[in-house]
């Protein structure tokens, strides 16, 4: 099945067809990701790298909750980066149309995804579904080519990163691993749980961002 996560209405229809024809997931891994080197929106108004990176998951996942509910115990995985340790939420600024910067909304959005991550890991205790963040590494893909100026770097550097095969491993370790069964809340790199960044554990970020979420994808 196709999407395309810069739109929301594709992302609910990516979710409208899979209830259709399935009635049970099992396992959910959120691994999209854009840099992009001068602002862009989307069809519906919001800032791209944020809504491709961290919306489009998070209202997806929301969408298909309750077949993971249904399918436990079951597992979501948010494909994070180590970038989110230079990330801050700027709420007052969520869609940086006062300041935007390549760098800075990439790492805002990875955040996101693990403050998300961190929120409903709560929100799900008991019911046995887990979601857990992971960072894949520097991967060589054409992440990057869109970054502007940050993207020439990128492409220099490809050569030394990870091939996507060795990149895919901390996912699919947190997705598939006997070890990690229960486990929720976590970040992993290099296939160990590990401790995500200061920001990322703070309460009031998350739920703020949780309901701010729910009303930018419409499922307030």
Request: net charge neutral; proline share 3%.
């Amino acid at each position: 099945m196709l999407a395309d996560l810069a739109s929301l209405q594709s992302v609910r229809k990516l979710a409208s067809d899979f209830r259709a024809n399935h009635e049970h997931l099992h396992l959910l891994v959120n691994n999209a990701g854009v840099i992009i080197g001068n602002r862009r929106t989307t069809v519906d108004g919001l800032e791209e790298t944020f809504v491709v990176n961290y919306l489009s998951h998070f209202m997806l996942t929301n969408l298909l909750l309750d077949l993971l509910k249904r399918s436990a115990p079951s597992r979501i995985v948010n494909v994070t980066s180590a970038a989110h340790f230079s990330g801050t939420m700027d709420f007052e600024d969520l869609q940086e149309e006062r300041r935007y910067g390549a760098s800075k909304s990439y790492a805002q959005s990875k955040l996101a995804q693990v403050l998300f991550a961190h929120e409903l890991a709560k929100r799900l205790e008991g019911t046995g579904v887990s979601v857990n963040s992971a960072h894949p590494g520097a991967v060589r893909t054409h992440w990057g080519d869109e970054g502007g100026l940050l993207g020439i770097g990128v492409r220099m550097a490809r050569p030394f990163m990870a091939s996507p095969e060795k990149g895919a491993r901390t996912p699919l370790y947190v997705a598939t691993s006997p070890e990690v069964e229960g486990v929720s809340g976590k970040y992993f790199s290099n296939m160990k749980e590990t401790r995500s960044s200061k920001e990322s554990y703070d309460d009031g970020d998350a739920k703020r961002l949780w309901d701010l979420s729910l009303k930018l994808s419409g499922l307030e």
